[in-house]
C-alpha cells in the first residue's frame, strides 16, 4: 500500500473525485496555477483546467456564496479557504444559508458543499495562521464539521464529505500536512461521517480527541505502555454533530477519561464530550472528567517560547494521563 | 545550529549541499547549507560567527524542524555544560504517598455501583490509587480473582442462578429460619433445658435464601378452589393398573403438574425472572418441586417439564423424592427451574402462603383434597375440592394475568379426563 503524508491524501481524494463526478469543482485562493498556497490542489488545474480549478479573488465570503449557489443549481464544489483563521467573512453565507438551506425550503434544495480549511497551531504561524475554529461552527445544526487525523482518514472522509448532501467544513490540520505520513489504498473507498474511531484499545485511561492530538495521544501511549498504563484512545474524526454513542462506550471502558483539544478551552468541542459523558456516564467513572486545551488566552503567540507555551505538548498529555491513571 | 522552519506546514527540511566545510569560519548571516523542502529550495543562514566544528548530518539527509545540523564554536564562549538534574524529589514524594491513606474511603461512583451490584465489602479491598483510593480496576480485578468466595450475583444478571437449597417454605417456618442470618443485633440466651441445634449448610442457605427472596420480592397472594371430582375419578379407576405395570405409585401430583405447565406455557410472564431493568420470560418449563427431608427442604428440578407425559411427570417426581431422600442430589438436579411447585397438600394443609423461590416470578402451593359439600346447579352435592394457593412476584405480575393464569388451570383440572388427559 502506497504511502502519502496528510496533504498528498488531500490532493489524491480531490483527484480522484473530481474524475469520478464531473459535477465536483475546486474553488478558492491561489488553488489554480499556483497549486494553494499549502500545494493541496498541485496538479489539479493542468489536468482538469480552468473551468473546474478556479481562482477566485480575496473574498472568502464570495467563495462561500459561490459554493452555495453553485450547490443549490446541482454542482459539488469543495471551496478552499486559505486558512480557517479567515472563514470569518464567510460565516454568515454558511452559517445563515448553506446550513439552513435544506430545512428553510423544506427539502427543496440543498447545499452539497465542502469546505475545506487548514487549521491549528504549532506551525509558528502566529495569530492569524494559527487557530482552531471548529467550536464557532459546532453549535450550527445543518452543518457537519469533519477533522481527520491520519492520511487514511483524510481520503476516506473527504470522499465522503464530498459526496455528501449537505454543507460539510473539512478542517485539515497544517501541521499535519507534511508531518504525518501513512499508507492509503488505491482504491476508492469512503469512512462514513459522524462515527469515531478507536485508534487504541486500552483499559486505564480514555482519550477522547480528534486532529493532530490523535498523534499527541499516541505518542504519549506507547510511551506509558512501558509504565504498564494501557491508554484506550478515540478519535472523533467527525466533531460536529459528535458520535454520542462512542464516547459513552469509549467513557465507559476505563471510566477515566482525558478531553483533549489544542483550541482553547472553554467552549471547545471537548466540553460538549464531556457533557454527554457527564449526562451518560456517571455510574461508570471513575475519576473526574479531564480537559486538556489552550488557555482561554485570544490567539497562538508568534514568538517562539510563547507558542511553545500556548500549544498543548506531547508531554502534557503524557502527565495528564499518568495523572489519570494513577487517580 | 538547528534545522528551521521553512514554512507553515514543513516539518522536515533535506540537506541538498552543505555551503561550509568543518574548520571554516563563518560570520553570522553567511549561507552555510542549500536545504530543499517539497515547498521551498533554500539557502540557511548562520546564527553566529565562529568556526564550524562539526557537521552532523550529510548531504541527501532528511531531518526533522529543530533537529542539530553542525555545531559551531564561537569565539568568547564557555563550552556549554549540559546540565542533569534529576528531579529525584518526586519519586520519593510517591513513596510518601503510598502509606497516605486518606483517600481510602473516598469511593467513586463506578466503585460504589460495582460494589453494591456484587455485595462487596470495601474495606477488604487494596487500593492501588493514589492515597490509597480504591480504584474502579481494583474493584473489577477483586471480583474476577474470587467470584463465588465474595459476591452474590445480582439479580439484574441475565444468567439468573438457583439457590442450592430450598428456595420456599411456608412461612412462618422460614421466619424461624431465617433468624440466624439476620444480623446478631443482640444475643439470646438459652436457659437449662434448652437444646441448642448448631446451624448446618443446607439450614443456612435455606435461610439466607428465604431472607433474600421476602427481602427482595413484593408477595403477593391469592387462593382459588378447584372441584377435581372427576380428576380423583380417572385417578382411582387407573391407579391399582399403573401400579401393576409400571412399577410406581401413581398420585395426584403429575396431573397438576401437566394441567400448570399447559398454563404457563400460554401465560409465558408468569414463567419469567425480574431482571432488574427487565424482565426475562423463559422460553424453558422447568418445574421446581419442593420435596421436604427430615431436617431441610429442597426444591430440585424436572427439566423441561412441558415435554413430558402424566407417566413422565410421575417418573420424575419419584426419581427425585427418591433422590433426595437417599442424599443423592447433584446441584445440577438443582438447577435452572422457572416457577415452583410446592405439593403442601401432602401434609394435610388447605391452605398456605408460600415464599417465593428467588429468582422465579412465581409459586403455587397445591393443598390438600377434600370432600366438601358444594353447590352444583342449585343442588348440594359431595364434591372433591382442592385450594391452589399462589405468592407472586409483584414487580412481574399483577393480579389479573395471575388471575387468568389460575383460571386456565382451574379449566384444565375441572374438565380432565381420558381422552384429554392420557397417561402415555
Request: charged share 25%.
Amino acid at each position: 500500500m502506497p504511502v502519502l503524508s496528510y496533504i498528498e491524501a488531500v490532493t489524491q481524494a480531490l483527484d480522484e473525485e473530481m474524475s469520478r463526478d464531473e459535477n465536483v469543482f475546486v474553488l478558492g485562493e491561489d488553488v489554480g496555477k499556483r497549486g494553494g498556497v499549502f500545494q493541496a490542489t498541485k496538479g489539479l488545474y493542468d489536468k482538469y483546467g480552468e473551468n473546474r480549478v478556479i481562482d477566485t479573488p480575496l473574498a472568502e465570503s464570495a467563495i462561500a456564496g459561490v459554493g452555495i449557489g453553485a450547490a443549490m443549481y446541482g454542482m459539488r464544489p469543495v471551496a478552499e479557504m486559505q486558512f480557517s483563521d479567515f472563514m470569518l467573512p464567510a460565516a454568515n453565507q454558511i452559517i445563515s444559508e448553506a446550513a439552513k438551506t435544506r430545512y428553510r425550503s423544506n427539502n427543496d434544495w440543498s447545499v452539497p458543499m465542502t469546505i475545506r480549511a487548514p487549521f491549528g497551531g504549532g506551525v509558528h504561524g502566529g495569530l492569524y495562521h494559527s487557530q482552531s475554529m471548529e467550536a464557532i461552527f459546532a453549535n450550527v445544526p445543518g452543518l457537519k464539521i469533519v477533522i481527520p487525523s491520519t492520511p487514511y482518514d483524510v481520503k476516506g472522509l473527504l470522499k465522503a464529505s464530498i459526496r455528501d448532501n449537505d454543507p460539510v467544513i473539512f478542517f485539515e490540520h497544517k501541521r499535519a500536512y507534511r508531518l504525518i505520513k501513512g499508507e492509503v489504498p488505491v482504491d476508492d473507498y469512503t469512512i462514513p461521517l459522524g462515527k469515531a474511531d478507536v485508534k487504541r484499545d486500552g483499559t486505564d485511561v480514555t482519550v477522547i480527541t480528534y486532529g493532530l492530538m490523535v498523534h499527541y495521544a499516541m505518542q504519549a501511549a506507547d510511551k506509558l505502555a512501558a509504565e504498564g498504563i494501557s491508554t484506550h484512545i478515540l478519535d472523533l474524526r467527525t466533531v460536529y454533530p459528535l458520535d454520542k454513542e462512542a464516547i459513552v462506550d469509549a467513557a465507559r471502558k476505563t471510566g477515566k477519561v482525558l478531553l483533549l483539544t489544542e483550541d482553547t478551552k472553554e467552549g471547545s468541542v471537548i466540553s460538549e464530550a464531556a457533557a454527554i459523558i457527564a449526562e451518560n456516564c456517571l455510574f461508570d467513572l471513575d475519576a473526574p472528567i479531564r480537559r486538556l486545551a489552550a488557555p482561554d488566552a485570544p490567539a497562538m503567540p508568534y514568538a517562539g517560547p510563547l507558542e511553545q507555551a500556548f500549544m498543548v505538548k506531547p508531554e502534557q498529555v503524557e502527565n495528564e494521563i499518568r495523572d489519570l491513571a494513577e487517580f | 545550529m538547528a534545522m528551521p522552519q521553512l514554512g507553515e506546514s514543513v516539518t522536515e527540511g533535506t540537506i541538498s549541499q552543505w555551503l561550509i566545510s568543518v574548520g571554516d569560519t563563518v560570520n553570522k548571516y553567511d549561507p552555510i547549507a542549500e536545504v530543499t523542502t517539497d515547498k521551498v529550495n533554500a539557502e540557511i543562514p548562520s546564527s553566529f560567527s565562529g568556526k564550524i566544528t562539526e557537521l552532523l548530518v550529510g548531504e541527501g539527509d532528511t531531518l526533522p524542524v529543530g533537529e542539530p545540523i553542525c555545531t559551531i564554536e564561537v569565539e568568547g564562549a564557555e563550552p556549554a555544560v549540559e546540565k542533569l538534574v534529576k528531579n529525584t524529589a518526586g519519586k520519593a514524594a510517591q513513596k510518601e504517598e503510598q502509606q497516605d491513606t486518606s483517600m481510602k474511603r473516598r469511593y467513586s461512583p463506578a466503585v460504589l455501583r460495582l460494589a453494591q451490584e456484587h455485595d462487596l465489602n470495601l474495606d477488604q479491598i487494596a487500593g492501588t490509587g493514589r492515597s490509597g483510593r480504591i480504584t474502579r480496576k481494583d474493584v473489577e480485578s477483586y471480583i474476577a480473582s474470587a467470584p463465588k468466595e465474595h459476591t452474590i450475583e445480582s439479580p439484574s444478571d441475565m444468567h439468573v442462578p438457583q439457590p442450592s437449597a430450598a428456595g420456599c417454605f411456608s412461612e412462618a417456618v422460614a421466619k424461624e429460619a431465617a433468624k440466624p442470618a439476620v444480623h446478631a443485633s443482640r444475643t439470646f440466651e438459652n436457659e437449662a433445658g434448652d437444646h441448642v441445634v448448631a446451624l448446618t449448610g443446607v439450614r443456612r442457605a435455606i435461610a439466607s435464601n428465604m431472607l433474600r427472596s421476602k427481602h427482595e420480592i413484593p408477595h403477593a397472594w391469592t387462593m382459588i378452589e378447584v372441584d377435581v371430582t372427576n380428576l380423583v375419578n380417572y385417578r382411582n379407576q387407573i391407579k391399582g393398573a399403573f401400579l401393576k405395570k409400571e412399577g410406581h405409585k401413581l398420585t395426584y401430583l403429575p396431573f397438576f403438574i401437566k394441567a400448570i405447565v399447559a398454563a404457563l406455557k400460554e401465560f409465558p410472564r408468569i414463567n419469567s425472572t425480574w431482571a432488574g431493568d427487565k424482565i426475562i420470560e423463559k422460553k424453558a418449563v422447568n418445574i421446581s418441586l419442593a420435596v421436604a427431608a427430615d431436617e431441610a427442604l429442597y426444591v430440585p428440578v424436572i427439566k423441561n417439564a412441558d415435554e413430558k407425559s402424566i407417566k413422565g411427570l410421575a417418573f420424575a417426581v419419584d426419581e427425585l423424592a427418591a433422590n433426595v431422600r437417599e442424599n443423592r442430589l447433584s446441584p445440577d438436579d438443582m438447577q435452572g427451574g422457572t416457577f415452583t411447585v410446592n405439593n403442601t397438600g401432602s401434609f394435610g394443609s388447605i391452605q398456605s402462603q408460600p415464599i417465593i423461590n428467588y429468582p422465579q416470578a412465581a409459586i403455587l402451593s397445591i393443598e390438600s383434597i377434600v370432600k366438601r359439600p358444594v353447590v352444583v346447579n342449585n343442588m348440594i352435592a359431595i364434591r372433591d375440592m382442592v385450594n391452589l394457593c399462589i405468592s407472586i412476584d409483584h414487580r412481574v405480575l399483577d393480579g389479573l394475568i395471575t388471575g387468568r393464569f389460575l383460571a386456565r388451570v382451574k379449566e384444565l383440572l375441572e374438565n380432565i379426563n381420558p381422552e384429554n388427559t392420557p397417561i402415555y
